[in-house]
T-cell receptor, first 109, second 115 residues
Framework: QQPVQSPQAVILREGEDAVINCSSSKALYSVHWYRQKHGEAPVFLMILLKGGEQKGHEKISASFNEKKQQSSLYLTASQLSYSGTYFC??????????FGTGTSLTVIP | EPEVTQTPSHQVTQMGQEVILRCVPISNHLYFYWYRQILGQKVEFLVS????????KSEIFDDQFSVERPDGSNFTLKIRSTKLEDSAMYFC?????????????FGEGSRLTVL
């Protein structure tokens, strides 16, 4: 039931772009994205509630393809502060919410 | 800004001992969750709680685990007989909306070390 993310890890130079994908084997009705810094709790980035929805949060945006049961997170012109592990989270039925496998993102100067 | 608070921040226990992890969710939230994260690994769902009862639980949440909301503010996770593999960071989260429709607010976590 856990969504699968790709890539598992990525290293970027400041200013470069990245895409993180999240794919589920089950039908989704929403997708969340969270970022976790080492030793800290996950922090909410955004939620997508409708298929086809796209959202932006400064230079971080996401899309949700409901039919394909996929979501992608786009990081543009990355900054050092973007480093961390990114998790998608998906809700399908009931009050069960699964986090994805995680993508470690490292931004270097 | 309202926040979820967890205690203790770190607990060390001997295998076989009982542990209680405490959480104070945001006051007007109705949905509560426990997750765990083994060091460097994925965040795993344990249980969700609504209206004073368990809504959903994962395969991890077996008979050694229990949750309760004893006094309307605290939300506790009890592990009856700890095992070495229970060593992890345990996160409490709360939300005002049914999961999937609103943000989960996480506490800072309780690190459990079982020796």
């Amino acid at each position: 039931q856990q969504p699968v993310q790709s890539p598992q890890a990525v290293i970027l130079r400041e200013g470069e772009d990245a895409v993180i994908n999240c794919s589920s084997s089950k039908a989704l009705y929403s997708v969340h994205w969270y970022r976790q810094k080492h030793g800290e709790a996950p922090v909410f980035l955004m939620i997508l509630l409708k298929g086809g929805e796209q959202k932006g949060h400064e230079k971080i945006s996401a899309s949700f393809n409901e039919k394909k049961q996929q979501s992608s997170l786009y990081l543009t012109a990355s900054q050092l502060s973007y480093s961390g592990t990114y998790f998608c989270g998906t809700a399908n039925t009931g009050n069960q919410f699964y986090f994805g496998t995680g993508t470690s993102l490292t931004v270097i100067p | 800004e309202p926040e979820v608070t967890q205690t203790p921040s770190h607990q060390v226990t001997q295998m076989g001992q009982e542990v209680i992890l405490r959480c104070v969710p945001i006051s007007n939230h109705l949905y509560f969750y426990w997750y765990r994260q083994i060091l460097g690994q994925k965040v795993e769902f344990l249980v969700s709680f609504y209206n004073n009862e368990i809504s959903e639980k994962s395969e991890i949440f077996d008979d050694q685990f229990s949750v309760e909301r004893p006094d309307g503010s605290n939300f506790t996770l009890k592990i009856r007989s700890t095992k070495l593999e229970d060593s992890a960071m345990y996160f409490c989260a709360s939300s005002s909306d049914r999961v999937g429709t609103g943000e989960l607010f996480f506490g800072e976590g309780s690190r459990l070390t079982v020796l």
